[in-house]
């Protein structure tokens, strides 16, 4: 499939040198003599793994790849902090932390929210480790009680929170056309006490791995704010 054609239509110019290709699929392994795609007589190499705008995708969109490396970027944050600790007030320690932590954490969360539990809590467990380093709370502090300590909200309600002012911008069309364009306000088909609030048309997806793969995950009900 000669790429380059379709680009050329288009006015595009593809740099072979930074593209690669991956296959979305929901098992492994990948299924046999994927179609080759070619640019410039050469083939465009096929990779499992991808990163993106600041996102790493994989091949199977768990974001496994992408959580670790936000674990391993916060932990060399945080251990830094750790041992220049003496040195910080607590006013100090909490715009450190908001500075330097909350970022990796919210940029692009709204995208990889929809991997696992079990993923997502290895993340819950640096941003513990970087509110004990603002509370200085005993490890064995209990996780709502730990947010409660020092207004912090959890990862879940500030991932919820982005996504719903996503879609939020996206009503008022003052987000990108293409995210505005999926979101559709359901008209009422009867007179009910529901019908104050807003109902958003579903996006129909082209496959069970899309309808699997972008939806809300489950969530935890055992504290207030979690």
């Not at 379709?6 to 040198?17: A, D, I, M, P, T």
């Not at 600041?54 to 060399?76: A, E, N, R, Y």
């Not at 944050?77 to 909350?102: D, E, P, Q, W």
């Not at 987000?175 to 505005?180: D, F, K, V």
Request: net charge positive; glycine share 4%; charged share 15%.
């Amino acid at each position: 499939m000669p790429l380059q054609l379709s680009f050329r239509g288009l006015q595009l110019l593809l740099n072979v040198s930074k593209t690669k290709c991956i296959l979305f699929i929901r098992s492994l392994p990948a299924p046999p003599g994927p179609s080759s795609i070619t640019t410039l007589d050469s083939d465009l190499e096929y990779v499992d793994n991808y990163k993106y705008l600041g996102v790493w995708l994989d091949c199977k969109l768990s974001f496994q790849t992408h959580i670790k490396h936000l674990q391993s970027k916060i932990k060399s944050r945080i251990g830094f902090l750790y041992r220049n600790k003496a040195s910080f007030t607590h006013a100090a320690k909490h715009i450190l932390v908001k500075l330097t932590i909350l970022p990796i954490l919210d940029f692009g969360d709204v995208i990889y929210k929809i991997a696992s539990n079990t993923r997502l809590n290895k993340l819950d467990a640096v941003y513990h480790s970087a509110i004990h380093f603002v509370t200085k709370a005993p490890y064995t502090t209990h996780h709502c009680d730990l947010y409660a300590l020092d207004g912090w909200p959890s990862l879940h309600t500030r991932r919820q929170t982005h996504w719903l002012q996503v879609i939020y911008k996206s009503l008022l069309g003052k987000a990108l056309p293409y995210l505005s364009s999926l979101v559709t306000i359901a008209a009422p088909t009867r007179s009910m006490r529901s019908s104050r609030y807003i109902s958003l048309v579903t996006p129909k997806a082209n496959s069970s791995f899309g309808r699997l793969s972008f939806q809300l995950p489950m969530t935890g009900t055992n504290c207030k704010n979690h």
